[in-house]
């Protein structure tokens, strides 16, 4: 299948003088709504960030988020792309999408970063592009 163009994966690199010192992952669905992965309270130090904190979809509770809106919705990435699906998947778009949405809105759990593991908003865009079937194009 030819590129996923109503879906924009997005990644902010990690920048330890930026706002977000360790980047952001989140992908867009149609320009109209998006979706990563946030702590659900900012994270004060060293200690909560390798040990983890409570995670939330979108960041809605600190981070100005909504449920179907990250923060950074309609933000320039460092590196932006529309994802692909293997020869034979006769998903449509919008069943695609229908799947990206329901991993988000199923995904719980805590928000960690520790060297690039943990479950934060990397692994979260990594699992739910696992999840869905899709890859870099």
């Known amino acids: 299948m030819p590129q996923i ?19 952001h992952w989140w992908f867009e669905l149609n320009g109209t709504e998006s979706y990563g992965w946030w702590p659900k309270y900012p994270v004060s130090g060293t ?8 995670g939330e979809l979108n960041g809605i509770t600190s981070f100005v988020g909504r449920i179907n809106r990250d923060p950074h ?6 590196e932006e792309f ?18 990206l949405r329901a991993f988000a809105l199923s995904y719980a759990g805590k928000w960690q970063w520790f060297f690039g593991f943990g479950q934060n908003c990397h692994t979260f865009q990594s699992a739910a592009m696992r999840h869905c079937k899709l890859r870099r194009s």
């Open 5 to 23: 163009r109503s879906i924009v994966i997005k990644r902010k690199h990690i920048d330890p003088g930026a706002e977000d010192k360790y980047g």
């Open 82 to 99: 529309h994802p692909s699906t293997d020869a034979g998947d006769n998903r449509t778009e919008s069943e695609i999408m229908d799947c």
């Open 47 to 54: 200690m909560e960030t390798f040990l983890g904190v409570e």
């Open 73 to 78: 919705h309609g933000e320039q990435a460092d």
